[in-house]
C-alpha cells in the first residue's frame, strides 16, 4: 500500500460525506461536432460503448506536474463534454488489483452520471487485470445491436517478468471478443504517459482488433484533437465526404486562433488507386474556397490504405493519395505548395472494419486538415 490506512478511510468518509463524490465544474469549451452532424455531414457510427479506466498502482505515478490517474481523468472529462448528441448506450468501468467493476451503465449515456465515478478515483492500488476488463467490457455490451466501442484508458505499462498486465492475456481477451462481435468492435487505448512497451502494446491491441486507433493522451491536449478522436469514434462521413469537422465558432472559441482552424475533408479511393474519384470534386473545390480565402492557413494531407498488401506497398500507395489531394489543390486552385505538408500512413489507423467491401471503401481514404 502506498498510503496508510487512515488517509484511506478518511477519503472513503468523505466519498459517503458527499454522496457519491458529485462531479465538479471543468470550464472547458469543446469541439463542436453537433453542427456538422444536424448538417448530414456526419452519421453515427458507434451505438454502444464502453470506457474502461486503469486505477492500478502505476497510474499513480507523476506525469506532466500531475498523475497519470488524475492526467486520465482530465481525457475522459474533456471526451465526455466532446460526445455530440446520439443516442448510445454507455458503460465506464474500472479495473485494478484482479478487480474490475462496472461503475455507471450499461444505461443511456448521460454525461453528468457517467462523469460522477471519476470523482472517487483518487489513487490506484495493486497489478493491471485489463484483459479481465476486456472480456467483462464485452459481456456488458452483448445485449445490445449495433456497432461498438471499447476505449482504454491507461498507462499500458508493463514491466517484464513482473505478475502486472499480462499482455498475452490482454491480446487473448481482444480475440475473444473480435470472434464475438467480429466487424460490429472497435478499440481505441488512450495511452497516458509515455511508457514506451505501453504505446506498443496499445499498438497492438488495435492491430488484433482489427479496427480502432491508438493515441496518447498527450496529442488530446488542445478541444480540436479531441474532437477529431471522438469523430473517429462514435462518426462516420456523410453524404459526400466530410468538410468542416467542427464549426467555425467552436473552433475560434476553443483555440482562440482562425476560425477555420480544424476544418477537414476527406475523399475516398477505389481499391489500388490514387486517382480522384468525380465523386469527391466538389468536397475539394469546397475546401479550396476555405482555403483561398484564408491565405495565411496551413494544410496537412493524411493518405490511408485498407488492410490488402504488404505494409511497405501501403506506403507508398498512401502516400499517392495524399499527393493526388494536394496535385489538385496546387495545380487548379492555385494554393501555394508551400502551405501543404503530407504524409502517408498505409494501412494504420483504420476507421471502420476492414473485413467488409464498405468498411475497406472508408478506409481507403486521404483527409486534409488545417492546421
Known amino acids: 500500500m502506498r498510503r496508510k490506512s487512515s488517509i484511506i478511510l478518511s477519503v472513503m468518509f468523505l466519498c459517503v460525506l458527499f454522496m457519491?463524490?458529485?462531479?465538479?465544474?471543468?470550464?472547458?469549451?469543446?469541439?463542436?461536432?453537433?453542427?456538422?452532424?444536424?448538417?448530414?455531414?456526419?452519421?453515427?457510427?458507434?451505438?454502444?460503448?464502453?470506457?474502461?479506466?486503469?486505477?492500478?498502482?502505476?497510474?499513480?505515478?507523476?506525469?506532466?506536474?500531475?498523475?497519470?490517474?488524475?492526467?486520465?481523468?482530465?481525457?475522459?472529462?474533456?471526451?465526455?463534454?466532446?460526445?455530440?448528441?446520439?443516442?448510445?448506450?454507455?458503460?465506464?468501468?474500472?479495473?485494478?488489483?484482479?478487480?474490475?467493476?462496472?461503475?455507471?451503465?450499461?444505461?443511456?449515456?448521460?454525461?453528468?452520471?457517467?462523469?460522477?465515478?471519476?470523482?472517487?478515483?483518487?489513487?490506484?492500488?495493486g497489478n493491471t487485470p485489463m484483459a479481465k476488463a476486456i472480456l467483462r467490457a464485452g459481456n456488458d455490451m452483448a445485449t445490445f445491436t449495433g456497432n461498438s466501442a471499447i476505449i482504454i484508458i491507461s498507462d499500458f505499462e508493463h514491466i517484464k517478468n513482473l505478475d502486472d498486465m499480462r499482455p498475452q492475456n490482454v491480446m487473448a481477451a481482444v480475440a475473444k471478443l473480435k470472434e464475438q462481435y467480429g466487424n460490429r468492435l472497435c478499440i481505441y487505448p488512450v495511452q497516458v504517459g509515455n511508457a514506451p512497451k505501453g504505446k506498443i502494446i496499445a499498438q497492438e491491441i488495435v492491430k488484433d482488433a482489427g479496427c480502432g486507433a491508438s493515441v496518447n493522451a498527450d496529442e488530446l491536449g488542445t478541444a480540436t484533437a479531441m474532437g477529431a478522436f471522438v469523430e473517429k469514434i462514435f462518426l462516420g462521413p456523410g453524404k459526400g465526404g466530410v468538410i468542416a469537422t467542427m464549426s467555425a465558432e467552436a473552433t475560434a472559441a476553443a483555440s482562440g486562433q482562425s476560425a477555420v482552424k480544424g476544418m477537414s475533408a476527406t475523399i475516398h479511393f477505389d481499391f489500388d488507386?490514387?486517382?480522384?474519384?468525380?465523386?469527391?470534386?466538389?468536397?475539394?473545390?469546397?475546401?479550396?474556397?476555405?482555403?483561398?480565402?484564408?491565405?495565411?492557413s496551413k494544410v496537412v494531407i493524411d493518405g490511408y490504405t485498407d488492410y490488402i498488401?504488404?505494409?511497405?506497398?501501403?506506403?507508398?500507395?498512401?502516400?499517392?493519395?495524399?499527393?493526388?489531394?494536394?496535385?489538385?489543390?496546387?495545380?487548379?486552385?492555385?494554393?501555394?505548395?508551400?502551405?501543404?505538408?503530407?504524409?502517408?500512413?498505409?494501412?494504420?489507423?483504420?476507421?471502420?472494419?476492414?473485413?467488409?467491401?464498405?468498411?475497406?471503401?472508408?478506409?481507403?481514404r486521404a483527409t486534409a486538415f488545417i492546421e
Open 20 to 125: 457519491g463524490c458529485a462531479t465538479q465544474k471543468i470550464v472547458y469549451k469543446p469541439y463542436d461536432l453537433n453542427t456538422p452532424l444536424v448538417a448530414g455531414q456526419f452519421i453515427q457510427k458507434a451505438d454502444n460503448f464502453v470506457l474502461l479506466f486503469d486505477k492500478s498502482s502505476s497510474m499513480d505515478d507523476p506525469y506532466a506536474g500531475t498523475t497519470r490517474t488524475e492526467l486520465g481523468k482530465d481525457v475522459v472529462k474533456r471526451m465526455a463534454a466532446t460526445i455530440p448528441n446520439l443516442k448510445l448506450n454507455a458503460g465506464l468501468r474500472t479495473f485494478w488489483n484482479d478487480k474490475t467493476k462496472l461503475d455507471y451503465g450499461m444505461a443511456s449515456y448521460d454525461k453528468g452520471d457517467f462523469l460522477k465515478p471519476l470523482d472517487c478515483i483518487i489513487w490506484g492500488s
Open 273 to 296: 488507386k490514387s486517382v480522384i474519384k468525380t465523386a469527391f470534386k466538389k468536397t475539394i473545390a469546397d475546401f479550396a474556397a476555405v482555403l483561398v480565402k484564408n491565405p495565411d
Open 309 to 364: 498488401g504488404t505494409d511497405r506497398y501501403n506506403l507508398g500507395l498512401s502516400d499517392r493519395r495524399a499527393k493526388s489531394f494536394k496535385r489538385v489543390l496546387v495545380k487548379k486552385y492555385g494554393i501555394d505548395a508551400s502551405r501543404i505538408r503530407i504524409k502517408g500512413f498505409g494501412k494504420t489507423d483504420p476507421i471502420a472494419p476492414n473485413k467488409t467491401s464498405k468498411g475497406r471503401y472508408e478506409n481507403r
